[in-house]
């Protein structure tokens, strides 16, 4: 039989798991707003430069008992007592199961990750239900035990009877021999002191005390019999009544927390996509930046190669004419866009760079609730055996790769991802 052992480890408590799911989902929120509103400025200032420079675009009584009537009552009182006594040892073997499905549940719960080490409801009711079985154990281990000494006792009681039955018997017939005599029977002769009293006669005072002391002793042990009987009964049908309760709240609770994490895997799942549609659009964004500071930077070679070539005109040609201050204000104004459009570029990378840091925690916890819900699943099928004939048991979850049948929609995703 398995025996329980505490893993040591951290236990997160569950307002913690619950605190951990929200602030990665408002982070990705955060992080995407905090994107967006850099793509929309980069773009309103891409459309600005752009018109700027050329507009680019831009997104009973015992003597009295006969020896049948001993056999019958002590036959019949035994053979209830070892009935039951027996049945209180099935009802214990039947508790190792229930305790071996307990403690493989907490052990397979021991593999959680991260965030997802929770002490939470579920791990609260397992260990519940393992004090449950083991007060359960002990409560039948001690009627088995009272039964045991209670068919000692009827069989000591049995001895007694037989004891005092045989002695009556043979009374009776030494009394029965006695009044067949007569003047005429040939065994009849003197003997020596006929009148003296053996050693060990009892008087008749005595002699009925002890035939009414087996007899109340017989009738004391057959009602504490009976009595011992019908609290082994009670005390079977309370004891299953009690681990049928706790198994019922059990599976409530790994049911409902299968929901909690179900429903926090859909949100992350969500916020994954929208994070890495907010990744791709700010790629493309960072793409035409580049693109934009490109052209940019070619065009201010451009005045600056007009400016360098204009530096070579003879003579009184070598004037600040108005294309000079024009190229000299396109120059500072190129360099000053470029200047704008490298710290938007930056910051754009830098939001990108968050926006991927965001996205692996985000995968991280799914790939934990993944890791969480099979293993919940997994659990869910192993107590199975609790209500299905062994016969008719067959895993749904298999052991080793821990892909599932059910039907529960994320978890078919996770498998696939997983697989």
Same mark, same amino acid.
């Given at each position: 039989?398995?025996?329980?052992?505490?893993?040591?480890?951290?236990?997160?408590?569950?307002?913690?798991?619950?605190?951990?799911?929200?602030?990665?989902?408002?982070?990705?929120?955060?992080?995407?707003?905090?994107?967006?509103?850099?793509?929309?400025?980069?773009?309103?200032?891409?459309?600005?430069?752009?018109?700027?420079?050329?507009?680019?675009?831009?997104?009973?009584?015992?003597?009295?008992?006969?020896?049948?009537?001993?056999?019958?009552?002590?036959?019949?009182?035994?053979?209830?007592?070892?009935?039951?006594? %027996?049945?209180?040892?099935?009802?214990?073997?039947?508790?190792?199961?229930?305790?071996?499905?307990?403690?493989?549940?907490?052990?397979?719960?021991?593999?959680?990750?991260?965030?997802?080490?929770?002490?939470?409801?579920?791990?609260?009711?397992?260990?519940?239900?393992?004090?449950?079985?083991?007060?359960?154990? /002990?409560?039948?281990?001690?009627?088995?035990?009272?039964?045991?000494?209670?068919?000692?006792?009827?069989?000591?009681?049995?001895?007694?009877?037989?004891?005092?039955?045989?002695?009556?018997?043979?009374?009776?017939?030494?009394?029965?021999?006695?009044?067949?005599?007569?003047?005429?029977?040939?065994?009849?002769?003197?003997?020596?002191?006929?009148?003296?009293?053996?050693?060990?006669?009892?008087?008749?005072?005595?002699?009925?005390?002890?035939?009414?002391?087996?007899?109340?002793?017989?009738?004391?042990?057959?009602?504490?019999?009976?009595?011992?009987?019908?609290?082994?009964?009670?005390?079977?049908?309370?004891?299953?009544?009690?681990?049928?309760?706790?198994?019922?709240?059990?599976?409530?609770?790994?049911?409902?927390?299968?929901?909690?994490?179900?429903?926090?895997?859909?949100?992350?799942?969500?916020?994954? /996509?929208?994070?890495?549609?907010?990744?791709?659009?700010?790629?493309?964004?960072?793409?035409?930046?580049?693109?934009?500071?490109?052209?940019?930077?070619?065009?201010? /070679?451009?005045?600056?190669?007009?400016?360098?070539?204009?530096?070579?005109?003879?003579?009184?040609?070598?004037?600040?004419?108005?294309?000079?201050?024009?190229?000299?204000? %396109?120059?500072?104004?190129?360099?000053?866009?470029?200047?704008?459009?490298?710290?938007?570029?930056?910051?754009?990378?830098?939001?990108?760079?968050?926006?991927?840091?965001?996205?692996?925690?985000?995968?991280?916890?799914?790939?934990?609730?993944?890791?969480?819900?099979?293993?919940?699943?997994?659990?869910?099928?192993?107590?199975?055996?609790?209500?299905?004939?062994?016969?008719?048991?067959?895993?749904?979850?298999?052991?080793?790769?821990?892909?599932?049948?059910?039907?529960?929609?994320?978890?078919?995703?996770?498998?696939?991802?997983?697989?």
């Amino acid at each position: 039989m398995t025996t329980l052992s505490f893993k040591p480890s951290q236990r997160f408590r569950l307002p913690d798991w619950h605190t951990n799911s929200y602030l990665l989902s408002t982070n990705a929120e955060r992080q995407r707003d905090a994107s967006h509103q850099i793509r929309q400025e980069a773009r309103v200032l891409r459309n600005e430069t752009n018109n700027q420079v050329g507009g680019q675009s831009s997104s009973g009584r015992a003597e009295e008992v006969s020896q049948p009537d001993i056999h019958f009552i002590w036959t019949r009182l035994s053979d209830r007592v070892d009935t039951m006594k %027996e049945s209180a040892e099935q009802n214990l073997q039947a508790k190792n199961l229930p305790l071996d499905v307990a403690i493989e549940c907490l052990t397979l719960r021991d593999s959680r990750r991260d965030i997802d080490v929770v002490k939470d409801p579920v791990e609260e009711e397992l260990h519940k239900e393992v004090e449950v079985i083991e007060a359960t154990r /002990k409560a039948l281990q001690q009627k088995i035990s009272q039964a045991f000494e209670q068919l000692c006792l009827l069989q000591e009681v049995r001895q007694q009877l037989n004891t005092d039955h045989r002695g009556k018997m043979e009374t009776l017939e030494i009394d029965r021999g006695c009044l067949s005599l007569n003047l005429n029977s040939p065994n009849i002769s003197l003997k020596v002191n006929p009148t003296r009293v053996p050693n060990g006669s009892t008087t008749l005072q005595q002699w009925d005390e002890i035939s009414q002391y087996n007899k109340s002793h017989a009738e004391a042990e057959m009602k504490a019999a009976i009595e011992l009987r019908e609290a082994i009964t009670l005390t079977i049908a309370q004891t299953n009544n009690q681990l049928e309760a706790q198994r019922v709240a059990t599976e409530f609770a790994f049911r409902k927390r299968l929901r909690e994490m179900e429903n926090a895997y859909s949100e992350l799942k969500w916020q994954e /996509k929208n994070t890495l549609e907010e990744i791709a659009e700010m790629q493309e964004d960072i793409r035409r930046l580049e693109e934009d500071l490109h052209r940019k930077l070619m065009n201010l /070679k451009l005045a600056h190669t007009r400016l360098e070539s204009r530096t070579y005109r003879p003579n009184a040609e070598l004037c600040q004419d108005q294309a000079q201050y024009g190229l000299t204000d %396109e120059v500072h104004q190129l360099e000053a866009t470029i200047t704008v459009l490298k710290q938007k570029l930056a910051q754009a990378q830098d939001a990108l760079d968050a926006l991927y840091k965001h996205l692996a925690r985000l995968q991280a916890d799914i790939a934990c609730k993944t890791n969480s819900m099979l293993l919940d699943t997994k659990c869910m099928d192993t107590r199975r055996k609790l209500t299905l004939p062994a016969e008719k048991f067959v895993p749904e979850v298999d052991t080793f790769t821990r892909t599932t049948n059910r039907t529960l929609s994320p978890l078919k995703s996770c498998q696939l991802e997983l697989a």
